[in-house]
């Protein structure tokens, strides 16, 4: 057993464990999605999103800016437009995101019947 091995597989976790709490937020993932059919300003975004709060999205879009996924463009104007569309590294992320989401779609069903399932089955307390 070579312990290096199994510290550096246990440091890839760790990262791997803190970029995907980062990551894989539902507003992320769905703000992601929403982007990559191109920019948005803010309201429409929130519309396209959905049930998001004012509040959730703007800390989302932050967030998502802060790691360098997404960019924010004002334009100079009376008021001022603010525009959000996925960075190259953003347009790299909306990849799995896309995948995940198609996963989601095409499993569904699979996923509610096994839940129904488990549902019924007796506990250990029955």
């Given at each position: 057993m070579d312990v290096p091995d199994q510290q550096a597989e246990t440091n890839r976790c760790v990262l791997i464990g803190h970029m995907l709490s980062q990551f894989t937020g539902k507003?992320?993932?769905?703000?992601?999605r929403v982007l990559g059919r191109g920019p948005r300003r803010f309201n429409a975004l929130r519309r396209d999103?959905?049930?998001?709060?004012?509040?959730?999205?703007?800390?989302t879009l932050k967030d998502l800016e802060e790691s360098?996924?997404?960019?924010?463009t004002v334009t100079?104007?009376?008021?001022?437009?603010v525009e959000y569309a996925l960075?190259?590294?953003?347009?790299?992320?909306?990849?799995?995101?896309?995948?995940?989401?198609?996963?989601?779609?095409?499993?569904?069903?699979?996923?509610?019947?096994?839940?129904?399932?488990?549902?019924g089955q007796p506990t250990d307390k029955d």
């Open positions: 507003w992320t993932v769905l703000v992601v999103v959905g049930e998001i709060s004012q509040k959730v999205l703007t800390s360098g996924l997404v960019s924010r100079p104007s009376k008021p001022p437009q960075t190259d590294l953003g347009r790299d992320f909306l990849v799995p995101v896309r995948s995940l989401a198609e996963w989601v779609v095409a499993n569904a069903a699979r996923i509610e019947a096994a839940r129904a399932l488990y549902a």
